[in-house]
């Protein structure tokens, strides 16, 4: 059964960093590409980043290319994120999620087609 669990989110203020962690089990990460989705009050659900199941090729989205960092542990399966120069804008529910298909702009895109979520960890970015 495959199972994902966030942890880490905190309150921080602009400027601040932090790191988030996904504990996963059921499946190792050359099995399923894993990534990290966030949701804003009132907005939907935004593909952060991913990284591939083999190579560990990475993707971001724009608004965080440069910023954030995704990384894995293979031997803890667990994925991580790290988040600096944290924006108001970057206020959010954070979701890690799991899928078959490859690690692409199109996996970002598609939150709806995700197999597996996390329950989802929050993140608020405020002075």
Request: hydrophobic share 30%.
């Amino acid at each position: 059964q495959v199972r994902l669990e966030e942890s880490g989110g905190a309150l921080v203020q602009p400027g601040g960093s932090l790191r988030l962690s996904c504990a996963a089990s059921g499946f190792t990460f050359d099995e399923l590409a894993v990534g990290w989705f966030r949701q804003a009050p009132g907005k939907e659900r935004e593909g952060v980043s991913c990284m591939s199941r083999t190579d560990e090729r990475t993707y971001y989205g724009d608004s965080v290319k440069g910023r954030f960092t995704i990384s894995r542990d293979k031997a803890k399966n667990t994925l991580y994120l790290y988040m600096s120069d944290l924006e108001p804008e970057d206020t959010g529910v954070y979701y890690c999620a799991a899928d078959p298909a490859v690690c692409s702009w199109w996996w970002l895109d598609n939150y709806h087609t995700m197999s597996y979520w996390g329950k989802g960890t929050p993140v608020t970015v405020s002075s």
